[in-house]
């Protein structure tokens, strides 16, 4: 563990994104029919959480973990680090379309909007997806792991309650 610390390090990550996320210490027995379990051993894992901040580092940082004795890497685990910006665009874009139904929907009844009673919001996030777990066992020099960002849904919905005329 103290060699795949080094190089978290070594590749830039700060000690702020690196976190013990389970450290787990358990007996191994050996069974034979008629005889008490016996104990022969001890396994032991260490498990850290890392945040990657640059995307294009990832499949490199992983590679050199590997090389380095990492043996089970589950992730990554993509995310929208500030949301809020991209959030904010969403509802505006709720507000303006939910306006612009009201106003068909008044214009198909012969009347026209007048106020607007009411908005509340409900979502307002987005899905995180799952971590794709899968276990690296391979030399340095064969790996080059390729990480792909793909996009991410957010998804805001907005309820309206519009006087009609």
């Known amino acids: 563990m103290d ?3 080094a190089a978290l390090k070594r590749a830039g990550i700060d000690e702020r994104d690196i976190q013990t996320s389970s450290i787990n210490l358990n007996p191994e027995y050996r069974y034979q029919e008629n005889k008490a379990p016996e104990l022969v051993a001890y396994s032991a894992t260490n498990q850290v959480s890392v945040r990657f901040r640059d995307i294009r580092n990832t499949g490199r940082v992983l590679d050199a973990l590997v090389a380095e004795g990492a043996n089970q890497i589950n992730g990554p685990t993509l995310t929208i680090e500030k949301p809020e910006a991209a959030l904010d665009e969403a509802r505006m874009n709720a507000i303006a379309s939910g306006r612009a139904r009201a106003d068909l929907y008044a214009r198909a009844l012969g009347k026209r909007v007048t106020r607007v009673i009411s908005v509340s919001e409900s979502g307002g996030g987005y899905p995180v997806p799952p971590p794709m ?24 919905t907005v309820s309206m309650v519009f006087e009609l005329q």
């Open 3 to 5: 060699r795949v610390l």
């Open 133 to 156: 777990p899968m276990v690296e066992r391979m030399s340095a020099q064969a790996a080059d792991t390729k990480i792909m960002a793909g996009e991410q849904k957010l998804q805001v």
